[in-house]
């Protein structure tokens, strides 16, 4: 099956810094791309879809400004908190879509867990 | 609009019981819908799906079948084991995005 990858897998940053997390179709080209977020037992918000060298769709309520989406290559797409808060403390998934499944299924990264001190 | 109804868990069982986690969803036409599995500190694993009605989607002993009539896709297992001990999320596709339930946290006991 298609695989991503997201590096790093954890992180934690002081306050006030930026924080940027990498997403990579290890096997496919992901023409598109999502960022979810995910509170400790709780179900997965999409943040934003990414399409490949456009800019990104963010849902209602997501910071375009605080969360920045890259999505430079068909293979990499990145997310940078800024300015990163305690609040913006969360596990941050990202998956890509692959023309492989047949449908749009969706292949998802193994997740990176943001802490802010 | 479009949206994904799981039951509340947590379901605890014994190992080898039966296993049922339903899900029902509303939608306009007839999306795929997907089972999502996530073990702990773990991103979503792709556990089965199924992209039109009455079809069935399997996977590692897990089944759903895709009830238009009822427009649900419950997920079954005939024996679960300890290593089934996971979080299941129920989705579908939307327009362009996915549509997830809250998830369904399963807990077998040996």
């Known amino acids: 099956g298609a695989v991503v990858s997201q590096h790093p897998s954890w992180v934690i940053c002081k306050s006030g810094t930026s924080v940027k997390i990498e997403c990579r179709s290890l096997?496919?080209?992901?023409?598109?791309m999502f960022w979810y977020r995910q509170f400790p037992k709780q179900s997965l918000m999409l943040m934003a879809t990414?399409?490949?060298?456009?800019?990104?769709?963010?849902e209602q309520g997501v910071e375009k400004d605080k969360f920045l989406i890259n999505h430079a290559s068909l293979t990499l797409s990145t997310l940078t908190v800024t300015s990163a808060h305690p609040e913006d403390s969360s596990f941050y998934i990202c998956?890509?879509?692959?023309?492989?499944?047949?449908?749009?299924?969706?292949?998802f990264g193994p997740g990176t867990r943001l802490t802010v001190l | 609009g479009n949206s994904v109804t799981q039951m509340e868990g947590p379901v605890t069982l014994s190992e080898e019981a039966f296993l049922t986690i339903n899900c029902t969803y509303t939608?306009?036409?007839?999306?795929?819908l997907f089972w999502y599995v996530q073990y702990p500190g773990e991103g979503l694993q792709l556990l089965l799906k199924?992209?039109?009605?009455?079809d069935k989607g399997s996977n590692k002993g897990f089944e759903a079948t895709y009830r238009k009539e009822t427009t649900s896709f419950h997920l079954e297992k005939g024996s679960v084991q300890v290593s089934d001990s996971a979080v299941y999320f129920c989705?579908?596709?939307?327009?362009?995005?996915?549509?997830f339930g809250t998830g369904t946290r399963l807990k077998v006991l040996a």
């Open positions: 998956s890509g879509t692959s023309a492989l499944g047949g449908t749009d299924t969706q292949y």
């Open positions: 096997d496919f080209q992901a023409t598109t």
């Open positions: 990414s399409n490949e060298g456009s800019k990104a769709t963010y």
């Open positions: 939608a306009t036409g007839y999306p795929s």
């Open positions: 199924a992209t039109k009605a009455d």
């Open positions: 989705a579908l596709e939307g327009t362009y995005k996915y549509i």
